[in-house]
């Protein structure tokens, strides 16, 4: 006689030896008692939850016959009548099951289709069951639609199906569904229990449930797998047996995984992870397992009533309790979320392991310090306020506006944090102006403030860096007692020291002037601060960038005119075209001319040569010469300000345009700047 499995030789017979399915069986049941049938039965549910089981069910209790043969539609068959026992036995005429996920195409539905005009043979309904019914093509629905809503009385359908995403609406809205659920583990233990108790097979209590929980929900796997720890054990569950079968991880290799982790010993997570590495245990197991462990211990910590409802047969139940009081409550939600995204790391890494040891690394570096000092700098790193600015000084009035120079630079660590970007504008600001050598303290000789001819772009940087540090340290306009008295940093400027052009020409710098009757002559240069946050919404003017300083010369219009008569005939390009474009034409004479830069990496060998080859090609010197200096008349220099004469022209025009001034005038209209552009 051959061997019948588990999961086909326990496969319930009536709605009374169901399991973990309540609410499908109920509503099933309190139809058939009151004769309430819908025509399309829709049953959903992951695999090994009882789709096909209770479609059988049900057709045997719609034709059921009774002992006697009088007995009538009923919750509760018989399971001895000629269509009860051939219905187990997959030979009754009148009750057809279809593979959808074989027989899926068009044909296949409508020869179906066709024996519904016939009524039944010998049951009281035909039955017509599709498995899998979402494997179905789009044709094979449309041509079930019409059949499915409106069937024969004799004739019921029933679907099943484990994606009922894959199902069309229109199928779906004619058909009564019910959702079947996964089983719970303690669910599918109880039921393994019976089972075994039935068969005579001796089982270790931990041993199901390493199997139930194995199942995932599904009481078919956990009867597949119950066989197959049969056949493993020589006839017994025991739970070393069960779980070397099913490859997952001791539960004490958890737990002192979890409790290395709760005490920071860094040490024994490693050795542990290395002992998973050499017993071959699976790291997507550990991370699992893990993850159930901490899950319990989140409910006993949330919940501590939980602990004394905990099963009494559980041996792991008073490891749960000891680490849920161990670990504290924010550590163990930290852990089960880096446990869950630690499985999906595991693919990615070339080896299972080495993933696994930096989840469980990642998992001590992220615990936060026990000690004070580390909570101080964990406390330091999170926060984001800003140190307070200093008190204003006592001396200084309320209603002038002082810029102090600090004495000396403070240390990077020391130093506040620095202040936004400044503006700074050639035009002055109408706010009184105050030289910084009155403003300032005095300072030793041998840091006196530069003169005319010693000031530096070093110097006005380090200047004004000195007047908006002075400036934080005045105290804010919305911390004074009267917002009218705050100082208005924004409208001092600071008088810097410059050179005159007269100096710059000079190639040695006059001696600095250290007399008090010599003052040097000063410009204001205006620092602004950042606007206020209503000011940032109003859109700042694009104006035009004022073109160099161009002093034409007689020299000039006639480089001009060649450089353009060489870019004309493309006779230069790239970098000779602009080496020409930015030099100016300092002498000249038949054999050779003299041009001047401003930029040394203009003066190449390479581009300078090749410029010589055009202008003697084009008949003009054959020796040139390039020096670095001032440059006040060149081709750029004159075809910007050329650029910038037709910009002004273009908008001249267009403002004076009649047209253009009554929309301004009768609808407020405003011409967006940089919009206007020349021809």
């Known amino acids: 006689m051959s061997y019948l499995v ?45 789709k096909t089981t209770v479609s059988r069910i049900l057709a045997k209790s719609l034709n059921c016959q009774g002992p006697d043969g009088q007995g009538g539609i009923t919750a509760t068959p018989c399971g001895v009548c000629p269509a009860c026992t051939d219905i187990d036995s997959g030979r009754f005429p009148d009750y057809t099951e279809l593979d959808a996920a074989s027989n899926r195409g068009v044909d296949e539905v409508q020869g179906l289709l066709e024996q519904a005009v016939y009524k039944p043979v010998q049951g009281r309904f035909k039955v017509f069951m599709i498995d899998e019914v979402h494997m179905l093509t789009n044709t094979a629905f449309n041509a079930m639609l019409k059949t499915l809503e409106e069937p024969p009385e004799y004739l019921k359908f029933v679907l099943a199906t484990t994606d009922p995403q894959k199902v069309p609406v229109t199928v779906l809205s004619r058909c009564l569904q019910f959702n079947l659920r996964p089983m719970a583990p303690e669910t599918v233990l109880e039921h393994l229990t019976r089972v075994l108790a039935a068969e005579n097979v001796p089982a270790e209590p931990q041993a199901l449930r390493l199997l139930a929980r194995a199942a995932r929900g599904s009481m078919r796997d956990a009867l597949s797998l119950t066989d197959q720890a049969i056949a493993f054990g020589s006839g017994q569950l025991q739970e070393a047996a069960v779980r070397q079968m099913l490859g997952s991880v001791d539960r004490s290799h958890v737990f002192r995984l979890i409790d290395a982790l709760a005490q920071g010993d860094g040490r024994t997570v490693v050795e542990t992870a290395d002992t998973l590495r050499i017993n071959g245990l699976s790291a997507a197991s550990t991370l699992e397992d893990m993850s159930a462990v901490l899950q319990r211990m989140a409910v006993l910590q949330a919940v501590p009533q939980m602990a004394a409802a905990a099963d009494a047969s559980d041996p792991e139940a008073a490891e749960v309790a000891r680490l849920s009081a161990a670990l504290p409550a924010d550590e163990t939600q930290l852990l089960y979320s880096i446990c869950l995204h630690g499985r999906a790391d595991l693919g990615l890494a070339p080896d299972e392991y080495a993933a696994l040891t930096m ?153 600095p002037a250290h007399t008090a009757q010599a003052a040097p002559e000063t410009v204001a240069i205006p620092v602004r601060t950042a606007p206020e946050p209503g000011a940032r919404l109003q859109p700042l003017p694009s104006a035009a960038p004022a073109p160099a300083r161009l002093v034409r010369t007689e020299e000039g219009d006639v480089w001009h005119a060649t450089v353009q008569q060489l870019i004309a005939q493309e006779a230069i390009t790239a970098l000779v075209r602009e080496l020409a474009l930015q030099s100016q034409l300092v002498a000249r004479d038949p054999d050779h001319w003299l041009l001047r830069v401003e930029r040394e990496s203009l003066n190449q060998p390479t581009a300078r040569e090749r410029l010589r080859a055009a202008l003697e090609a084009a008949g003009h010197a054959r020796q040139i010469s390039v020096e670095v200096g001032v440059v006040i008349d060149s081709p750029a220099r004159r075809n910007a300000h050329a650029a910038a004469e037709r910009q002004r022209v273009a908008e001249e025009i267009v403002h004076n345009d009649p047209y253009v001034q009554q929309l301004m005038r009768d609808f407020g209209a405003k011409i967006v700047p940089g919009s206007i552009k020349p021809a």
């Open 6 to 50: 588990l999961a086909r030789k326990y496969r319930p017979k009536t709605f009374s030896e169901m399991v973990g399915q309540e609410h499908v069986v109920q509503a099933l049941s309190n139809a058939l008692t009151q004769q309430r049938l819908h025509h399309a039965y829709l049953f959903t549910g992951t695999r090994g939850v009882g």
């Open 359 to 511: 989840v469980l690394l990642r998992l001590l570096a992220f615990k936060p310090a026990a000690s004070e000092g580390g909570a101080a700098a964990s406390a330091e790193k999170k926060t984001l306020t800003r140190p307070e600015a200093a008190a204003p000084s006592a001396h200084a009035p309320a209603d002038t506006p002082v810029v102090q120079a600090p004495q000396a630079v403070p240390a990077a660590a020391d130093r506040a944090p620095a202040p936004p970007p400044v503006s700074v504008h050639p035009a002055p600001v109408a706010a009184p102006a105050m030289d910084c050598a009155t403003a300032a303290p005095a300072r030793p000789a041998a840091s006196a403030a530069p003169t005319r001819a010693q000031a530096t772009p070093d110097d006005v940087n380090q200047a004004v860096q000195d007047a908006l540090d002075a400036g934080d340290r005045e105290s804010p306009p919305w911390e004074a007692g009267d917002a009218a008295q705050a100082p208005v940093r924004a409208a001092a400027p600071v008088r810097l020291p410059v050179r005159s052009p007269e100096d710059l020409r000079q190639k040695t710098p006059p001696a």
